[in-house]
Every structure is written in structure tokens, then in C-alpha cells.
């Protein structure tokens, strides 16, 4: 289904379109959450390459004007071509680079396989273990991104991520990564301190978890409530580091990094250099976005954010 701008074809275009295309202006993809009141980022829209609906969620791929192709859920943005390396690359590489060695790690949510991508850079990871709750994945429409299943490393385990983390062993995994989505609905568990403790209890000794943390922008509220959680939880190390990915709402999104006692971790000085590396880069492509620098980077915070997150030492 093609959008566009003139007469009676936006008209009938609008009528069948999801209430994420905006009717005011026809043709334009509008972001519209309870998440961000009073603030929209809209996009192009060239051509609706898919609409369906999953087990759990409403589905839309679409070819915008300026970041290629565009995954949405629930008439939220989950990536574009252009600018997902931001978010997968230091989702991953943060808690991955902070570790000597990394061997087993789990992933929770990520269903595009941009993470898997990532971690699957790791030459030191033996087995990658990724729990998500929907079947439905974008390798079609974005196969760059969903390279990532293809890695034999992997195993994919269909289901809830909250009670597969409550069977699983202690001290299993040394990392886990949490792609989640907005803490509104069932993701709202993947934010409270029942969930931390089972990732906690996950981990080896030193082990160390990623997991999306808002936007200082828009949500520091909800960050101070995950720092006092994850406080409570993470005996190790606890962080907060941010990126920028411009097709997120105020354009940044940030990563709450803790680890368990054990081994110290200093999350702002990376041990394992993986851009160094450039065999990695000719399996998986270059990293678009990542490097050490950005890394350490990452947990410089302007000082209204230091003042909340620094109080809850």
C-alpha cells in the first residue's frame, strides 16, 4: 500500500491506514504515546511494506523517506535501517566490553536478532541463549539486523522472559542483556526488583547485566525508581550510560549496567577492545557506531541527571 500526498487517494490511504499514521498529515508516520505527552516524531512514509498483527502486538514495516525501512510495534518505533547500530551495538557492547572473556550469554526480548548480531561479534561467547515471548520476527524486511539467528550459538526459547530467568540456575550466565520495550503493560515486570533479583541470581559472581533504561529527557522518574531497585539487587557495579538514536522519543534512550558481587567491573573502562578486532568485522560487518572511546563516553551524564542517579549511592 503505497502513502502519499494528493487528493482522495491520502483520503482513502488515511481511512485504512493504523492510528499511528497521522490523518492531519497525510502520508507521515506519527509517533503519539502516554509515554511522551505532548510531543510527537514524525517520519515519512514512502511505502507500507507490511501490516499484520502478531500473537501479542500490531505489526508495521514501512519505507520511510529518510531512514530506509522501519519496524513498529504497537505504533511505537523499534528500529530503522539507519540508526539501530546505536542501540543494538552499545545495548551490547557496553556490558560485553566490561568483562574479560565473556562465555554465556542471555538475551531477554530482541526479537528483530540485531543484539544476537552483536553478541555473536564475541568470539570468546560460547552459547547465547535468547528468550522472547514473540514468535513473530522481522527477517524478512530486515535481514542485516536478523543475521544474528543464524549464529549456531544460538538457541531460541519461545516464552516469557520473567519465569524462563526463574528456572534458570544460579550463577548460569555472565551477562545478561534485556531489550525491553516501555515499562507500560507486561513490560512493566522487566523494571521491578523481583525481576533484578532473578537476574542477579542468574549471574556468576561478577557477571553483569544491560538493560534499557529510558530517556533522561522524559522519564527520570521512572530512571530513579530502576537505579533504587537495582541498587538494592547489584552488590557489584551500578551505572547508568545513554546513547543517542535520533528516531527515539527526545532522541536519546539510556541502559542501566549493574553487576553482581564478585570480580569488579568498572563499566566506564572497557577490558575486551572488541573493535580492535577485524576478523569480526568481516563476518558481521563493520561497527557503525561503537568504539572505546564512545564507550567511556556513555556514562558522562549532564549534571540534572548526575544529581538524581549520583544521590542513589
Known sequence: MEANNSGTAAAAAAAELPDSISSVIPGWFSEISPMWPGEAHSL???????QGKSDYQNVMV????????VLVLDGVIQLTERDE?????MITHLPLCSIPNPKKVLVIGGGDGGVLREVARHSSVEKIDMCEIDK???KEHFPSVAVGFNDPRVTLHIGDGVAFLKAVEEGTYD?????SSDPIGPAQELFEKPFFDSVAKALRPGGVMCTQAESIWLHMHIIEDIVSNCRQIFKGSVN???????TYPSGVIGFMLCSTEGPTVDFKRPVNPIDADDSLAQAKGPLRFYNSEI??????????ARKVIELKD
Do not use: N
Open 295 to 304: 564507550h567511556s563516553a556513555a556514562f558522562c551524564l549532564p549534571s540534572f
Open 136 to 138: 513473530m520476527v522481522s
Open 175 to 179: 551477562a545478561v542483556i534485556v531489550d
Open 85 to 89: 547500530c546505536a542501540y543494538q551495538e
Open 62 to 69: 514501512f519505507q520511510s523517506a529518510t531512514y530506509g525501512k
Open 240 to 246: 547508568y550510560a545513554w546513547t543517542t538514536v535520533p
Open 44 to 50: 515519512k512514509v514512502e511505502k507500507i511494506l507490511f
